[in-house]
């Protein structure tokens, strides 16, 4: 049902992780792009290739192994975690999309995957190529530790993102303020090219529509 | 361009007005703003000084085939402060430039004012401790 790939990263001097690509062919487009829909896996970054309906999905739960570094002879690739397939596989092709182990609790194991993933990018920062979606990634596992932190939208102007960050907070705190703007320059260390605006909305709006567009990105809720 | 002194002009007015705004804190959102701003003039003054930067406007990166803005004005600054300048200018101008945003532009509807957000404490702190901070930092 799976095809898995591995692949690791080569550094010197450290351990990395071994990573295995789980993906899976689509008969048909439509059923690739419901995998970014279905609402409990707004984690899923799902990469469409429209010539043969191939998504590969990278899904954020990482269950990786240290690779011996004699083995390694590749340059270094994204850090594109997965599922390895014991865990959970889809149990159809179709419409209906769902987990054969629906008593696992996602949550638990996204927040499992954010705890290992920060680690290890503050451990070894130099395995990773930088890119859009370990930008969305580290925002995540940045900000989700913090527990007046409701939600994450991004959206993008011009080459710049902006990231609308919901608070739960309805009186200011100036210690929290400068925790979450010392999240920015951490986030920075990673990504050091991208241009980023980080606005922090207090809960004093009724309706995030008043700040969320058509086009803005849901990365994260509590 | 505004040279080195206008900027510096321009901040000293900024922060004179903060200085008045200080003593009956009816109005603590534009307090918080007029820190923002002559935080900004102050930040703007010290890149001059920078032969690489000058001003935060001319060095925005731009699109080589139309040549547009690849990001806003405010962005960039905020890059160029966190790339040349010490997190703790980064760290207290942008909370100045967060709680201006909030004080200035949140349309609240449940109730509240958007000053009412900040104590008085947090108006005056805008000017006594982040706005300072960022003067001692850059030397001022």
């Not at chain 2, 406007?57 to 803005?69: A, L, V």
């Not at chain 2, 005056?124 to 401790?129: S, T």
Request: aromatic content about 12%.
């Amino acid at each position: 049902m799976f095809t898995t790939t591995e692949k690791t990263t080569k550094t010197s001097g450290k351990t990395p992780d071994s990573i295995t690509f789980l993906t899976k062919e689509f008969e048909n487009p439509e059923n690739a792009k419901k995998i970014s829909e279905i609402p409990h896996l707004n984690l899923l970054f799902g990469r469409e290739f429209l010539d043969n309906y191939f998504s590969q999905i990278s899904i954020n739960v990482a269950q990786v192994t240290p690779v011996s570094l004699q083995s390694l002879s590749i340059p270094p690739i994204t850090f594109v975690p997965s599922f390895p397939s014991t865990i959970f596989s889809y149990n159809t092709l179709g419409d209906n999309w769902g987990f054969e182990n629906p008593q696992e609790n996602v949550k638990e194991i996204r927040d499992r995957y954010f705890d290992r993933k920060r680690l290890t990018m503050q451990c070894i920062p130099d395995v990773f190529e930088k890119s859009d979606i370990d930008f969305e990634i580290l925002l995540v596992a940045e900000y989700r530790a913090i527990p007046e932190v409701e939600s994450i939208f991004i959206d993008e102007y011009l080459d710049e993102k902006i990231i609308n960050i919901f608070l739960s907070i309805n009186k200011y705190d100036d210690d929290l303020m400068e925790l979450l703007i010392s999240r920015e320059l951490r986030i920075s260390n990673f990504s050091p090219d991208i241009v980023a605006t980080y606005n922090y909305i207090p809960d004093l709006i009724n309706n995030k529509q008043d700040i969320i567009t058509e086009q803005t990105k849901l990365i994260y809720e509590k | 361009m505004p040279s080195n002194a206008d900027h510096i002009a321009q901040a000293l007015h900024n922060e004179e007005f903060a200085v008045s705004l200080k003593t009956k804190l009816t109005y603590k959102d534009w307090l918080i703003t007029v820190c923002f701003y002559s935080a900004l003039h102050y930040i703007e003054a010290h890149f001059f000084n920078i032969p690489a930067i000058q001003h935060s406007i001319t060095t925005i990166p731009k699109d080589p085939s139309t040549g547009k803005w690849q990001c806003s004005e405010h962005g960039w600054r905020m890059k160029l402060v966190q790339r040349n300048l010490p997190p703790n200018v980064y760290i207290h101008f942008k909370k100045l430039h967060a709680n201006s945003t909030t004080a200035r532009y949140l349309d609240t509807n449940k109730n509240a004012l958007s000053s009412s957000y900040f104590s008085n404490q947090d108006a005056l702190n805008a000017f006594d401790k982040d706005l300072q901070m960022i003067k001692k930092e850059l030397g001022l």
